[in-house]
Structures are given as C-alpha cells and as structure tokens.
C-alpha cells in the first residue's frame, strides 16, 4: 500500500538510523532554516494507524545530538499506544 512510499524507522532513508521501536513508524523528515521535524504515520498495538508531526526548532549545530535524544525518545513513547 502507499504507507509502503515512506521511510521506516530504524530500517530505511533518512531514519534508518533511529532505533526501532518495537512497532511500525513510518517517517518523513525535513529541515529548513533551523526547523527539524518528523511527520509520519505509526500502527498502534491494537492495530490502529496514528499520524504525528513533531519538529525542533530553532536547531543550531550545536544541539544535533540533544536533538536526536530528544526525537528518539518521542518516537520510543510512540509503542505505549
């Protein structure tokens, strides 16, 4: 199906190097002048699809690293639902 179009984390593109986490998220990135953010799709444990955006911004090159703790610990949460 068309969710098949979008990165999975942890598997493909530009999340591939995000940890799984445990269930199907399906991640679209993009950047721009200092805004990093992550839309996309997951399927809940009961089978449900979520959508979700989450973004960072401003990101100077400073914050890469609090920034990716910070977006993996989101996309880990994401397996509660």
Do not use: C, E, H, M
């Amino acid at each position: 199906g068309w969710i098949s179009w979008l990165p999975q984390l942890g598997k493909s593109g530009t999340v591939k190097s995000f940890s799984p986490v445990g269930i199907p998220v399906y991640v679209k990135s993009g950047s721009i002048q200092g805004v990093r953010t992550y839309a996309g799709y997951f399927k809940s444990k009961r089978g449900i699809w979520y959508a979700f955006f989450v973004g960072a911004y401003p990101l100077a090159p400073d914050q890469s690293r609090p920034a990716r703790n910070f977006f993996q610990t989101f996309f880990a949460q994401l397996n509660q639902y």
